[in-house]
């Protein structure tokens, strides 16, 4: 398992090896302040690479999403230029409605997995296609 390049308390960041894949791996209970400051970090490193972007969002933990907040900053993401998919690693409740209120503002492709190494494998099969 790849180690955190950002840690905050129930949110943490992670690079991983694959070019333009990001990670956000939510604790059960992230507060607001958390969600911002791991938002703005995930927003400076899709902003630092040319690559496309998938955005692994590993919420096997249940988390209790600060709705708005999460809504409002996942929009954002959605709409840089090099973004491409979030890939959703586990559910819950919180998780279905952010996506159905991404999915109503035409700005989020959005895909569920068991696991961090099918979401992984999504993206290797999505980069072989493309080339």
Do not use: C
Request: glycine share 4%; hydrophobic share 40%; aromatic share 8%.
């Amino acid at each position: 398992m790849p180690t955190p390049d950002v840690h905050y308390t129930d949110v943490e960041i992670i690079t991983h090896v694959v070019k333009g894949v990001f990670e956000m791996r939510w604790g059960s209970k992230p507060n607001t302040s958390t969600v911002i400051r791991a938002y703005e970090s995930l927003t400076d490193k899709i902003q630092s690479t040319d690559a496309p972007i998938y955005v692994i969002v590993d919420i096997r933990a249940d988390p209790a999403f600060p709705l708005q907040v999460t809504i409002n900053n996942s929009l954002r993401i959605s709409r840089q230029q090099n973004f491409n998919q979030w890939l959703v690693v586990g559910s819950n409740r919180s998780a279905r409605m952010i996506s159905s209120v991404l999915n109503s503002m035409g700005t989020a492709k959005i895909l569920w997995f068991d696991t961090v190494d099918d979401a992984l494998d999504s993206v290797a099969y999505a980069e072989s296609v493309e080339n």
